[in-house]
């Protein structure tokens, strides 16, 4: 069963419609086919639990609204309808509710689920912004040459359906092991802007400057993967990689990102059953709040 809206925030009905800017909205889908890390299904509960540490002021908002929760009338629509591990049958389902949102007038914030949860998403929101394009950050490029729909093939699909302009969206953060050779090679084969952690640590202003140069006033739907964080401060992740951000490096990146066009935030890959008294779920509620700031800030269209 669903937990309490995140952060308090009310419940959305149709009054809302008009009125509210965003919405949050949980995504309880896994692949179920991870070796022995299975669950983030259950991550959007564990995101609320933990949101209940939260409260809606900014002590130093730096040029934020001091309430990003009340600037944005932000309410909560519960979890989608998912069946995990059934990926035909929770697509649809996932972008009709995504498809309601911004029917609404709301800025899509969602909390996974693991990384195949963006797909159906990006088509809800290609059909609303033609000129769409992603700034992924994680620390996997979920762009490898495979068939399929899983957390690995979700940008390669992506690409594929001419959801996102290519040339104008971004990789960053890939780091540590994985399964097969040439990932960066063949994400930028597609078209992607692929940085990988080692270049991003190097030039981090430089990276952010070019992210905003590239992009422009284009429209962004920011996917922020919970393990671009180093285990440390989040091991309650699907495929943890040490040598990740610090929880103060991923807050300052958010916060760099201020000022861009965004139309729809996805913070997956909180996986519960490996969490350490969820401390992932606690800081990946912080990562929606930062969200709710940068929604708050975008420029009214």
């Known amino acids: 069963m669903s937990q309490a809206t995140f952060m308090g925030v009310p419940a959305k009905t149709d009054a809302a ?45 730096q040029g934020r609204p001091t309430n990003a929760l009340e600037t944005l009338g932000l309410v909560d629509a519960g979890n989608a309808e998912c069946y995990p591990g059934d990926v035909a049958r929770s697509y649809p389902l996932i972008e009709r509710a995504i498809d309601g949102l911004l029917a609404s007038d709301m800025t899509p914030i969602t909390m996974g689920g693991d990384g195949a949860v963006t797909l159906p998403q990006l088509r809800a929101v290609k059909r609303r912004h033609a000129d769409l394009v992603v700034l992924h950050i994680d620390a996997h490029t979920d ?44 994400g930028r084969s597609l078209g992607y802007n692929v940085v990988p952690f080692s270049e991003f640590e190097a030039d981090r202003a430089g990276c952010i400057a070019a992210v905003r140069e590239r992009i422009g006033k284009r429209p962004v739907y920011l996917c922020f993967d919970m393990d671009i964080f180093d285990p440390s401060c989040a091991p309650g992740v699907c495929t943890p990689e040490w040598g990740g951000l610090s929880a103060k490096e991923g807050i300052a990146l958010l916060r760099a990102l201020a000022g861009l066009n965004f139309v729809s935030f996805d913070v997956n890959t909180v996986s519960p059953a490996q969490d350490v008294g969820e401390t992932t779920a606690f800081l990946a509620a912080t990562v929606l709040l930062e969200c709710c700031a940068l929604a708050a800030q975008t420029p009214a269209s």
């Open 143 to 186: 762009a490898y040459d495979l068939d399929g729909f899983n957390t690995a093939t979700t940008f390669t699909r992506a690409s594929e359906e001419g959801l996102v302009d290519e040339p104008g969206s971004f990789h960053i953060g890939a780091r540590g092991t994985t399964f097969a050779d040439g990932v960066l090679g063949f």
């Open 17 to 61: 419609r008009g009125v509210s800017r965003a919405c949050v909205l949980g995504i309880p889908f896994d692949c179920g086919t991870h070796p022995f890390r299975v669950g983030s299904r259950e991550g959007p509960d564990a995101i609320r639990r933990q949101s209940r540490l939260l409260r809606p002021f900014f002590v130093d908002p």
